[in-house]
């Protein structure tokens, strides 16, 4: 990486309240171009909201987000790529008329379909995303005939032939076995050097959070009002770097001793 | 073991399905019997040879007014009026239902509109259909189509608009417009879903096609069982109840599998 990365995203300022409720009070963020940050919090303290602002799913009540430099347009767009942890693939495609949706979508805007040659090297791009991510032998399988892994290498796939600026994790690997989720552990890293991807990814879980990321935030409502606990929102309490070492794919360690307690404090949710 | 527990295997369900339908025919045929003991002129329960007889005036001998065979007059009639009212309601409800479902300025403005026509009986129009449009096909037609595209706009847009979210967002991170998650994100999920409402829309569809028959035509099946009830026809009126069950069972199978041949992804693990 170069000494002086770039900032990729930012947050200025930003608030997010549904009626009187606050979920996120003055979110400030910087997130650099190449960085994977995890976000880590307790049910409720807005880690999804934020993902959602940033995908452009909802607007920020208060608060500017910027996008190499221009405010973000209030709508989902093919800057930003996204994984949920369910439904992100269409159940009607294989596999890689899934990938070449997106595709699709960029060069036929009447039809959303590809024909002749123009069909031929679409597929042959998204067949190579698809052996990148694994799923080389399964290009004409459905979503249905897939496992839950398998579906969200898909997912991914179909993400990055679009070549997000940024990559949006929402608990990708949380409803797949711990097996299958250390093969998609090294999966996504090895994807995230290969391909010098920008990726946040909103977690469940802290060791994942640590493993993968190069930075960690931690949201928390900062203050506590018993009688009116809707009126504080929550905002990045803890903002830990690390450093992962440049081994080789596969062998995924952080530099950064974690500290316990940290782990208990946040560990809560 | 439980009851709920009691899978019944291919032959053993089509041994004990016939069952009772073999059980209701011997029963009728055990009252026929025994009404034509008492007098061979009964014409409430005929029997067998008795229907065989009528309907083979009505199948093989020309009308002599029209010239026509009957019985094929009356279900070519039929089955046009009510695929053409199918065709016209599967059409508007896949699009009403798909744009709808999918663009929520569109539900707001016709949302309440769809619902207010919905819950019309639709037989409490039909004088204002004969009225407006005249005892010819398109009273019948309309009809057909009143009484069931309402129905099936709402479920095709209720299942649009309850697609996961996350699919919407994804096809919209993927580069699609309104347009093309229309046609490649929501058309093709909503197809599967069509098939059902028309098979569940069958049922009414035969409803309404007999009812504007009965009231006002000159061919047609529900035209001929209205008619022969005149004359307590009931030779001709149970082969042609027993004909119309044929038909819609043959439509709802046909239904079936060509959603299952077509939509593979749709039935489960069975592609």
Known sequence: MSAR???????????????????????????????????????????????RIVLGQEVPTRGTILLDGTPLTPECGPDRGVVFQRYSVFPHLSVLRNTVFGLECEKAPLTARLFGKARRDAEAEAAEMLQAVGLGDSLHLFPAQMSGGMQQRLAIAQALIKRPRILLLDEPFGALDPGIRAD??????????????????????????????TRVLALDKRRHDPHAPHRFGATAVYDLPLRRNDEPAGET???????LSIEETIGHG | MRWVNRQIDRSGRILLGSLPILLLVLLYLFLAAQRHAANPMDKILPLPTGMAEAMAALLFQPDQLTGQLVFWADT????????????????SALVVGLVLGLLPPIRATFGPLVTGIAVIPPIALLPILFIALGLGETAKVALIVIGIAPVMVRDIMAHVSALPREQIVKAQTLGASSWQIMIRVALPQAMPRLFHAVKLALGPAWVFLISAEAIASDVGLGYRIFLVRRYLSMDVIIPYVAWIALLAIVMDVALSVMSRRMFPWAHGASH
């Open chain 1, 184 to 213: 998609m552990h090294a999966l996504i890293t090895k994807l995230w050097r290969d391909y010098a991807l920008t990726i946040i990814m909103v977690t469940h879980d802290i060791r994942e959070a640590f493993t993968l990321g």
């Open chain 2, 76 to 91: 070519l009639a039929s089955l046009q009026r009510l695929g053409i009212g199918l065709g016209i309601a599967t059409l």
């Open chain 1, 253 to 259: 360690a952080v530099a950064v001793e974690i500290p």
């Open chain 1, 5 to 51: 990365p770039e900032t990729l995203l930012s947050l200025r300022d930003v608030w997010v309240e549904y009626g009187d409720k606050i979920v996120l009070e003055k979110v400030d963020l910087d997130i650099e171009a190449g960085s994977f940050v995890s976000i880590i919090g307790p049910s409720g303290a807005g880690k999804s909201s934020l993902l």
